[in-house]
T-cell receptor, first 116, second 109 residues
Framework: DTEVTQTPKHLVMGMTNKKSLKCEQH?????MYWYKQKAKKPPELMFV???????INESVPSRFSPECPNSSLLNLHLHALQPEDSALYLC???????????????FGAGTRLSVL | SQQGEEDPQALSIQEGENATMNCSYK?????LQWYRQNSGRGLVHLIL?????REKHSGRLRVTLDTSKKSSSLLITASRAADTASYFC?????????FGKGNQVVVIP
């Protein structure tokens, strides 16, 4: 099973709402990632979890709050978002984050988020 | 080619033709990876080439790496309509991937 599952596929939320994006993998990977992707742009790294600990936060605004409840699950909690936060949010996982070839990343299909 | 702040490159070819796309990177890499993304979907890993390798093949894909010029190219031979996608190179190292701007490829049946 080389699948990373993201839910929901689509999400529309108001600026005062609180919502969560979910990501799950059962490949035994110990690194998980959140990316934000705008149309016609490359994915931008937001967060990296390594062995269930937050290892990288790319200066993401606090209205985005990641959580890694266990090695298979990754959440992204959203609160008081702005319209410019509308984007495709991608989750990925890899065996680990080391510089060896094990950092090949497997991506979910993404959550298309619209903030009204 | 993918680099800097310019718009992603776009390539339109006929089915059966070869598609070549380029990528420039900035840092000293451990490896260089290529990913494909179909419209609005997740990325799929295609091929990884290590910094001490110069060329690698996988099926219809051929990747080259020139570390002296900090550049890589991806060749897709005998293209198919299903190859229509965006293609990103990514610098692998320092616990993360850094993606280039991407190449949009349209294969016309």
């Amino acid at each position: 099973d080389t699948e990373v599952t993201q839910t929901p596929k689509h999400l529309v939320m108001g600026m005062t709402n609180k919502k969560s994006l979910k990501c799950e993998q059962h490949m035994g990977h110990r690194a998980m990632y959140w990316y934000k992707q705008k149309a016609k742009k490359p994915p931008e790294l937001m967060f990296v979890y390594s062995y269930e600990k937050l290892s990288i936060n790319e200066s993401v605004p606090s209205r985005f709050s990641p959580e890694c409840p266990n090695s298979s699950l990754l959440n992204l909690h959203l609160h008081a978002l702005q319209p410019e936060d509308s984007a495709l949010y991608l989750c990925a996982s890899s065996q680990e984050t080391s510089q060896l070839a094990k950092n090949i990343q497997y991506f979910g299909a993404g959550t298309r988020l619209s903030v009204l | 080619s993918q680099q800097g702040e310019e718009d992603p490159q776009a390539l339109s070819i006929q089915e059966g033709e070869n598609a070549t796309m380029n990528c420039s990177y900035k840092t000293s890499i451990n490896n260089l990876q290529w990913y494909r993304q179909n419209s609005g979907r997740g990325l799929v890993h295609l091929i990884l080439i290590r910094s001490n390798e110069r060329e690698k093949h996988s099926g219809r894909l051929r990747v080259t790496l020139d570390t002296s010029k900090k550049s890589s190219s991806l060749l897709i031979t005998a293209s198919r309509a299903a190859d229509t996608a965006s293609y990103f190179c990514a610098e692998g190292g320092n616990n993360r991937l850094a993606f280039g701007k991407g190449n949009q490829v349209v294969v016309i049946p």
